[in-house]
């Protein structure tokens, strides 16, 4: 599969725990998105990297969270002290110069 | 602060119909157009995406723009049941982030 790969697919977590996502982008794309979707919106900006510089951060991006992407590879999105409201979808895109975005499978995060 | 609009819907349409799905942005300096198509509790995927004022074709899809007026539309010949999604816009300025609308859903009834 040379998609865009997201891992874990699905996480539960109690409210006050940290998490962490990965997100492998297609080999040869140099940009890296990360966005959140809640039920009934289209995806939200969170922050994306060309290479290994993180480029833009959106408002949305509290300092709860932060990404990394060390290598210009492979992504991570941590997110610290969770809250219910956290709760969403965590999309990942990536592209090559900024043309078509491919989006993975998301993980779907769940806050108790 | 830019946004896309885009009606919610459900739009509700039989099997064969032309689909008409549109979206209006607030941001002079987009330059580019996207069409996403999402499945219920899937991730979005690529259908069209489009530089320039006018239209572009692909298969049972048409995308249009008219940059004067800030109007992007998304045409469905054909439409099938396997059409039955919720179809996301979105515009970027340049070459960065993409700004989404909430989506349309469609629905096809055989």
């Known amino acids: 599969d040379t998609g865009v790969s997201q891992d874990p697919r699905h996480k539960i977590t109690k409210r006050g725990q940290n998490v962490t996502f990965r997100c492998d982008p297609i080999?040869?794309?140099?940009?890296l998105y990360w966005y959140r979707q809640t039920l009934g919106q289209g995806p939200e900006f969170l922050t994306y990297?060309?290479?290994?510089?993180?480029?833009?951060k959106s408002r949305l991006l509290s300092d709860r969270f932060s990404a990394e992407r060390p290598k210009g590879s492979f992504s991570t999105l941590e997110i610290q002290r969770t809250e219910q409201g956290d709760s969403a979808m965590y999309l990942c895109?990536?592209?090559?110069?900024?043309?078509?975005?491919?989006f993975g499978q998301g993980t779907r995060l769940t806050v108790v | 602060q830019k946004e896309v609009e885009q009606n919610s819907g459900p739009l509700s349409v039989p099997e064969g119909a032309i689909v008409s799905l549109n979206c209006t942005y607030s941001?002079?300096?987009?330059?580019?157009f996207f069409w996403y198509r999402q499945y219920s509790g899937k991730s979005p995927e690529l259908i069209m995406f489009?530089?320039?004022?006018g239209d572009k074709e692909d298969g049972r899809f048409t995308a249009q723009v008219d940059k004067s007026s800030k109007y992007i539309s998304l045409f469905i010949r054909d439409s099938q049941p396997s059409d039955s999604a919720t179809y996301l816009c979105a515009v970027n300025e340049g070459y960065s982030t993409l700004t989404f609308g909430k989506g349309t859903m469609l629905l096809v009834s055989p």
């Open positions: 990297f060309q290479n290994e510089a993180q480029l833009e």
């Open positions: 941001d002079r300096g987009s330059q580019s």
């Open positions: 489009i530089y320039s004022n």
């Open positions: 895109a990536s592209s090559l110069n900024g043309v078509e975005a491919f």
């Open positions: 080999s040869e794309h140099n940009r």
